[in-house]
């Protein structure tokens, strides 16, 4: 989104707050490298009736995924369910890594971590990565110097999402945790059609994720992913 004030050729002020068009500017060297350890049939098989279940469901689909706390599984999560969309529902799909802190999707999808999205936000054209898998893309995290995204970057992500949206049926938000709440990127919760929130059934306290519903409106969760549960 560009914040400029202009004039139309009439010399009337045109809102600084109009969208502006983003190209998309994929690296043409694909991947051929997926973290066996990460991406697994196990795990996506057991993702691929998520949120997808019915024909009707809308698409585009920006969905978040985030935790009450850090270290639940959050990112193993999202890569899963990216690759469960594109394999089981043919669907084409980008996954956002927003994990400003410790970004790790493009260790897991074997691309570069810069460009990505802190260049999208203020170079103003869209830096994907293909990956191994057909269909799914990534937007890495790129250079990475604080904890979030600012409140000066969310205007740019609204901007990203819907250039995303006219491309991609399926969006997914490796977002970071909830807590602490001071690095979650709440205002990009409102781009999001849906949450899923991971909790790790070992460590995780009720109460924490129970605060989690202090700072997210109840009705954009989806639903819970239990990780680290015993068969």
């Known amino acids: 989104m560009n914040v400029k004030d202009k ?83 043919k669907r084409k799909t980008v996954i956002v890594d927003m994990n400003m802190k410790n970004p790790g999707l493009h260790r897991i999808f074997g691309a570069e971590q810069q460009p990505g999205l802190t260049e999208s936000i203020q170079k103003g054209s869209i830096f994907l990565s293909q990956t191994k898998i057909d269909g799914l893309y990534l937007l890495a995290a790129g250079k990475t110097n604080k904890n979030k995204i600012s409140i000066d970057d969310y205007n740019s992500m609204g901007s990203i999402f819907n250039i995303l949206k006219k491309e991609f049926e399926i969006i997914i938000l490796d977002m970071n945790a909830v807590h602490p709440i001071d690095e979650f990127s709440s205002g990009c919760v409102n781009e999001t059609d849906k949450l899923m929130i991971v909790v790790d059934s070992k460590k995780t306290k009720y109460n924490t994720v129970k605060r989690a519903f202090t700072h997210i409106r109840p009705d954009k969760i989806s639903g819970f992913i239990l990780n680290n549960v015993e068969a």
């Open 7 to 89: 004039k139309n050729e009439n010399g009337n002020a045109v809102s600084k707050f109009a969208r502006i068009a983003r190209p998309i500017i994929v690296d043409p060297i694909r991947s051929d490298y997926l973290d066996e350890s990460v991406i697994r049939s196990r795990f996506y098989n057991a993702l691929n009736c998520s949120e997808l279940h019915d024909k009707d469901q809308k698409v585009p689909l920006v969905l978040g995924i985030t935790s009450a706390g850090n270290r639940e599984g959050k990112t193993l999560t999202a890569a899963n369910l990216a690759v469960s969309y594109v394999l089981g529902h």
